[in-house]
Nanobody, 124 residues
Framework: QVQLVESGGGLVQTGGSLRLSCAAS????????MAWFRQGPGKEREFVAA????????YYADSVKGRFTISIDNAANTVHLQMNALKPEDTAVYYC?????????????????WGQGNQVTVSS
């Protein structure tokens, strides 16, 4: 079992920044790929960013490329999502997730563990 506990998020104005964190515990290891997804009101859950524990190359959705940065603190078993230049369309519940695939998939059903979700609201 893997437990994922998220923190961060909240309310910010357009153009502002927020940082999400996700602490992993339990049966974590070197074969974990970590990702962030989001689900806006009335929308399906969508891929945001990901990074493999074995590969430092980040992967981003086109909609956040250049504004969001994913990073991993291996010593703390924590993955972060720094979100800059936020837009109202970034408003969503953000989830961290874990998969065993080395190359981050973009489909939610390829991930087996999820955090509880954190609300991010960007006001116009």
């Amino acid at each position: 079992q893997v437990q994922l506990v998220e923190s961060g998020g909240g309310l910010v104005q357009t153009g502002g920044s927020l940082r999400l964190s996700c602490a992993a515990s339990g049966r974590t290891g070197t074969l974990d790929t970590m990702a962030w997804f989001r689900q806006g009101p009335g929308k399906e859950r969508e891929f945001v960013a990901a990074m493999s524990w074995r590969d430092d190359s980040p992967y981003y959705a086109d909609s956040v490329k250049g504004r969001f940065t994913i990073s991993i603190d291996n010593a703390a078993n924590t993955v972060h999502l720094q979100m800059n230049a936020l837009k109202p369309e970034d408003t969503a519940v953000y989830y961290c997730a874990r998969t065993g695939f080395a190359t981050p998939p973009r489909r939610p059903d390829e991930y087996d563990y999820w955090g509880q979700g954190n609300q991010v609201t960007v006001s116009s």
